[in-house]
């Protein structure tokens, strides 16, 4: 278990990295003037190389991008002046010289337009886009097991042929595409009917009473994000359950007289059940980038709509820490979910 752990952990930091470097030099060639941005057209020559020497872009790309990782990581070598130590924070590891190996929160910078540090912009955003993973997950799991089981029950039904060509459906419609209808359908035309909003956020404030927890603002873009997990969860716990209700111990228990319910709950539906854990767990990392989107055809606020804004604003700090954020959680999501695998299923070796 260790050694599988240490070998993922080498593998996530060699993404990281990868993440990092592709996206750097990336917005490196894009149009667009960080100086100009953070000084304004009118400033003189001396603010403007000030400011490029505070953003390392007086110095050649490739060491731009060691100063980026270096900054970026919780690992680096800083200097332990009062400018630095307000910048970075963090706890001496080790002196070298002038400098030192520093433990620190990851510096992303700060935003070219708010001047406000990355990290602490991803994460009062990143709340957001958790809830809304979280209730999409749900939503898929829950409606998809069952689906999965009524269709299993009754094959080659009318059931189960309406549950399998709408999944289908809902597997091949980009979630895009299903979150415009969705929000158009029941958060414009039918809002009346419905009661549902086309935009909202988790909290509304009120200038009297202060924030208040909106839970239904979050239906809409959920079940728009939901989708497609729920359409594949659906034919993988029919396919599931069709395998185990084949089995000779599903025959046996049955020809003792067991009950239909005790049978499929309390056998079938339990070792069914491994693959599409496995599918949940890996499906809330995607979500979570998948929300990009849906966050902004709703307008929530979350890391997608931060990061689209931030492209359009050409707001690099932010798109390229927001990228590393995702990719962080993508290679901590598929650690966790490998573990549990191997604690689901003995079967499975690490």
Do not use: C
């Not at 208040?212 to 809409?220: A, K, Y």
């Amino acid at each position: 278990m260790l050694s599988f752990l240490l070998s993922r952990l080498g593998q996530g930091v060699l993404v990281l990295i990868g993440v990092a470097v592709t996206v750097f030099f990336l917005f490196n060639v894009l149009p667009g003037d960080p100086v100009a941005l953070l000084a304004g057209q009118r400033s003189d020559p001396a603010t403007r190389a000030a400011i490029s020497a505070d953003l390392g872009l007086d110095k050649p790309l490739p060491a731009q991008l060691l100063g980026y990782l270096n900054d970026a990581s919780p690992l680096g070598i800083h200097a332990r002046d009062s400018v630095a130590v307000a910048r970075y924070g963090g706890v001496t590891l080790l002196p070298l010289g002038g400098k030192a190996l520093v433990l620190k929160a990851p510096y992303l910078r700060r935003s070219f337009q708010s001047n406000k540090d990355v990290l602490s912009i991803l994460l009062d955003h990143f709340t957001g886009t958790l809830w809304l993973a979280l209730a999409a997950m749900l939503l898929a799991a829950v409606l998809g097991i069952l689906f999965g089981i009524l269709a299993a029950l009754r094959p080659h039904s009318w059931l189960d042929r309406t549950l399998i060509t709408t999944s289908v459906l809902g597997i091949s419609v980009p979630s895009f595409v299903a979150g415009i209808l969705i929000a158009m359908t029941f958060g414009f035309y039918w809002s009346h009917w419905t009661g549902l909003n086309l935009t909202g956020q988790l909290y509304e404030t009120d200038p009297f009473t202060g924030n208040h927890l909106v839970l239904r603002n979050l239906l809409l873009p959920a079940f728009a994000l939901g989708i497609r997990p729920l359409a594949i969860i659906t034919q993988l716990t029919r396919s599931s359950m069709l395998d185990v209700l084949s089995q000779d111990y599903i025959r046996t228990a049955r020809a003792k007289g067991l009950s239909s319910y005790h049978t499929v709950v309390g056998h079938a539906l339990k070792n069914a059940l491994n693959p599409v854990v496995t599918a949940v767990s890996g499906w809330l990392a995607s979500l979570m980038a998948g929300a990009f989107f849906i966050e902004y055809i709703f307008n929530w606020k979350g890391l997608g709509t931060i990061t689209l804004r931030a492209v359009e604003n050409l707001d690099f700090p932010v798109v390229i820490g927001a990228t590393l954020f995702i990719a962080f959680l993508f290679v901590a999501i598929n650690i966790v979910v490998d573990m549990l695998y191997a604690v689901l299923d003995p079967r499975v070796k690490l």
